[in-house]
């Protein structure tokens, strides 16, 4: 068996090398690698990213000689799904593709799995045709076909309804009420799927006649569900036990914790709930820590604005300013700024309201205003621990606007964001919170402004015609006429929505000495951008379209995130 296995890996290899992903000296290393660690020849060609999933699935399919099947564009049919229930999908990481007659084509990323394919035909009492496709891609298609939406509703079905005068009757509710399967199943099931969603919150909403679940998928909310009222008590009671919330009080508003275990993902999420008309509404917000380390590059800076963004960041102190509305990003961009620092030579220090993710050898602080730590506070406190970098979550305040300059001008590399529309408009925003001109420009290195776009979904876009006003729109600013753009059209990878995640959409401004002239000067918001412009600053409005020209997003949706109330 051991041979077999030796002369198989020898094939594939050779197949790489001949295919020219490989070289002769990577093959004799991965060689190396796998007798040294005992592991899979397909696992060390993954880990050393030598080769891609996809790739190293269809190499496979010409060495077993084995049909190789692209999931992302072939799809699944859904009788076939019916066959194979969730958890042997999950468990053997396999996918019905099509059910013919007798005969059910699986998806697998390993068709010598002998056990696999016996425990299949016996489930399915059909006979089994193997093909191979990459083990993402299965994983992706066990995601969108296998979803929680019946098995949620099935498990709250169980919960006895009590009424009282024609109503559901007030709950009182009991430990083990509140602990019982169906509740605990239900609740665990909305959460996984809203990870399998890419949602970042949950929200739980009750209304006159009905309990809604809405998603928030790419900044958008979703109805998922809508389920029946006598849910609702049982079910914001399990929430607050898990989250350490007090289950009796109802009437104050109140935030709590989980940590949630999501396959191999460890997910924190946070709890808000507050009292509505209809009773108690929760937000949960979904904090997937793998999304907190996307580096500079990935977050969506074209190149000349990320050229311009990395000058600011090599600055040994000054301040550095992130501006936008709630949900354009800012926190996204601090933690990938914070992560390109070397946090080795430099003693980093964060003061987050809240802390939403935690990071490796970067000292992070929490702003608690009964203990009295506020940003202000906790900024103060900062100076005394010998900082190099010093990350503010927000100024909110002259008190913390202040205090940031003059760290700034002491030596320190201050990163802060603050809620304004553009980059000059921050600046303007600075001075307003009491800072004199002449510090401001002084301690001033520049300013990001920023807004999340969606992401046209990549598996079913297609050139489309938009409506006169957005062509008009992307006309004015680029100078160029042009009615079709890349439009998705809803598939099962996007949920229907024709977009698959989000980027952002930059405005960056470098404070070269003449925009330091014009601030101290008193001129007004014109003057400072069109000087920015001539030093190179890309606005919000014609980086969006950029990316609309580039098939990144649309025009609806820089019209609908770039606004301004000038």
Same mark, same amino acid.
């Given at each position: 068996?051991?041979?077999?296995?030796?002369?198989?890996?020898?094939?594939?290899?050779?197949?790489?090398?001949?295919?020219?992903? &490989?070289?002769?000296?990577? !093959?004799?290393?991965?060689?190396?690698?796998?007798?040294?660690?005992?592991?899979?020849?397909?696992?060390?060609?993954l880990?050393?990213?030598?080769v891609?999933?996809q790739?190293l699935?269809?190499?496979?399919?010409?060495?077993?000689?084995?049909?190789?099947?692209? !999931?992302?564009?072939?799809?699944?049919e859904?009788?076939?799904?019916?066959?194979?229930?969730?958890?042997?999908?999950?468990?053997?990481?396999?996918?019905?593709?099509?059910?013919t007659?007798?005969?059910?084509?699986?998806?697998?990323?390993?068709?010598?799995?002998?056990?696999?394919?016996?425990?299949?035909?016996?489930?399915?009492?059909?006979?089994?045709?193997?093909?191979?496709?990459?083990?993402?891609?299965?994983?992706?298609?066990?995601?969108?076909?296998?979803?929680?939406?019946?098995?949620?509703?099935?498990?709250?079905?169980? +919960?006895? &309804?009590?009424?009282?005068?024609?109503?559901?009757?007030?709950?009182?509710?009991?430990?083990?009420?509140?602990?019982?399967?169906?509740?605990?199943r239900?609740?665990?099931?909305?959460?996984?799927?809203?990870?399998?969603?890419?949602?970042?919150?949950?929200?739980?909403?009750?209304?006159?006649?009905? !309990?809604?679940?809405?998603?928030?998928?790419?900044?958008?909310?979703?109805?998922? $569900?809508?389920?029946p009222?006598?849910?609702?008590?049982?079910?914001?009671?399990?929430?607050?036990? $898990?989250?350490?919330?007090?289950?009796?009080?109802?009437?104050?508003?109140?935030?709590?914790?989980?940590?949630?275990?999501?396959?191999?993902?460890?997910?924190?999420?946070?709890?808000?709930?507050s009292?509505?008309?209809y009773?108690? $509404?929760?937000?949960?917000?979904?904090?997937?820590?793998?999304?907190?380390?996307?580096?500079?590059?990935?977050?969506?800076?074209?190149?000349?604005?990320?050229? /311009?963004?990395?000058? $600011?960041?090599?600055?040994?102190?000054?301040?550095?300013?992130?501006?936008?509305?709630?949900?354009?990003?800012?926190?996204?961009?601090?933690?990938?700024?914070?992560?390109?620092?070397?946090?080795?030579?430099?003693? &980093?220090?964060?003061?987050?309201?809240?802390?939403?993710?935690?990071?490796?050898?970067?000292?992070?602080m929490?702003?608690?205003?009964?203990?009295?730590?506020?940003?202000?506070?906790?900024?103060?406190?900062c100076?005394?621990?010998?900082?190099?970098?010093?990350?503010?979550?927000e100024?909110?305040?002259?008190?913390?606007?202040?205090?940031?300059?003059?760290?700034?001008?002491?030596?320190?590399?201050?990163?802060?964001?603050?809620?304004?529309?553009?980059?000059?408009?921050?600046?303007?925003?600075?001075?307003?919170?009491?800072?004199?001109?002449? !510090?401001?420009?002084?301690?001033?290195?520049?300013?990001?402004?920023?807004? /999340?776009?969606?992401?046209?979904?990549?598996?079913?876009?297609?050139?489309?015609?938009?409506?006169?006003?957005?062509?008009?729109?992307?006309?004015?600013?680029?100078?160029?006429?042009?009615?079709?753009?890349? &439009?998705?059209?809803?598939?099962?990878?996007?949920?229907?929505?024709?977009?698959?995640?989000?980027?952002?959409?930059?405005?960056?401004?470098? /404070?070269?000495?003449? +925009?330091?002239?014009l601030?101290?000067?008193?001129?007004?918001?014109?003057?400072?951008?069109?000087?920015?412009?001539?030093?190179?600053?890309?606005?919000?409005?014609?980086?969006? /379209?950029l990316?609309?020209?580039?098939?990144?997003?649309?025009?609806?949706?820089?019209?609908?995130?770039?606004?301004?109330?000038?």
């Amino acid at each position: 068996m051991e041979a077999t296995k030796t002369n198989l890996a020898k094939d594939l290899g050779q197949l790489l090398v001949e295919a020219k992903l &490989i070289t002769e000296e990577q !093959l004799r290393h991965v060689k190396e690698l796998q007798l040294k660690r005992g592991d899979k020849f397909e696992r060390i060609l993954l880990q050393e990213r030598l080769v891609t999933p996809q790739q190293l699935a269809f190499f496979n399919s010409l060495q077993l000689r084995l049909p190789f099947v692209n !999931l992302r564009k072939e799809g699944v049919e859904s009788g076939a799904i019916a066959l194979v229930p969730e958890d042997v999908a999950r468990k053997l990481n396999v996918i019905p593709v099509v059910a013919t007659g007798d005969s059910v084509v699986i998806a697998m990323e390993d068709p010598r799995d002998i056990k696999a394919i016996e425990e299949l035909a016996a489930l399915t009492r059909k006979r089994i045709e193997p093909v191979i496709s990459s083990a993402q891609d299965i994983q992706e298609m066990i995601d969108l076909n296998y979803r929680a939406g019946g098995e949620i509703r099935e498990q709250f079905s169980q +919960i006895p &309804i009590r009424y009282q005068r024609g109503r559901v009757a007030p709950a009182r509710l009991s430990s083990e009420t509140v602990t019982q399967a169906p509740i605990v199943r239900a609740l665990d099931l909305m959460i996984k799927q809203a990870v399998r969603d890419r949602a970042s919150d949950i929200h739980i909403e009750p209304q006159e006649d009905r !309990l809604r679940i809405r998603y928030r998928i790419d900044g958008i909310l979703h109805e998922i $569900m809508s389920l029946p009222l006598n849910v609702h008590p049982p079910l914001l009671s399990r929430l607050k036990i $898990m989250s350490g919330l007090n289950i009796a009080e109802r009437r104050r508003p109140q935030d709590g914790q989980i940590t949630f275990d999501v396959g191999e993902k460890e997910i924190d999420i946070r709890v808000a709930t507050s009292n509505t008309v209809y009773g108690e $509404m929760a937000v949960l917000r979904i904090l997937d820590k793998t999304f907190a380390f996307l580096p500079l590059p990935e977050i969506g800076f074209l190149p000349d604005s990320l050229e /311009m963004y990395l000058r $600011m960041v090599k600055s040994p102190f000054g301040m550095i300013l992130i501006s936008g509305p709630t949900g354009s990003g800012k926190t996204t961009t601090q933690y990938a700024t914070v992560n390109q620092l070397d946090a080795v030579g430099r003693n &980093i220090l964060t003061i987050e309201d809240p802390v939403e993710y935690r990071f490796a050898n970067i000292n992070q602080m929490q702003v608690n205003p009964t203990a009295g730590i506020t940003f202000a506070t906790g900024l103060r406190a900062c100076m005394r621990l010998d900082p190099n970098v010093i990350l503010v979550g927000e100024i909110r305040d002259a008190e913390t606007a202040q205090i940031g300059v003059q760290a700034s001008l002491t030596g320190h590399l201050v990163l802060s964001s603050v809620h304004a529309n553009d980059t000059v408009s921050t600046i303007f925003r600075m001075i307003d919170l009491g800072v004199e001109p002449f !510090l401001l420009t002084s301690a001033l290195i520049g300013i990001t402004a920023q807004r /999340m776009v969606r992401r046209v979904c990549p598996y079913c876009s297609q050139p489309t015609k938009v409506p006169p006003d957005e062509q008009e729109a992307y006309e004015k600013e680029m100078g160029e006429k042009r009615s079709e753009f890349l &439009i998705g059209t809803g598939c099962n990878f996007c949920a229907g929505t024709g977009y698959l995640g989000r980027t952002g959409i930059f405005e960056v401004l470098v /404070m070269g000495e003449e +925009i330091r002239r014009l601030v101290l000067s008193g001129a007004g918001s014109d003057a400072i951008k069109a000087q920015a412009a001539k030093a190179g600053t890309v606005s919000l409005w014609h980086d969006g /379209m950029l990316k609309v020209k580039l098939g990144i997003t649309t025009p609806y949706e820089v019209i609908r995130n770039v606004y301004s109330i000038s």
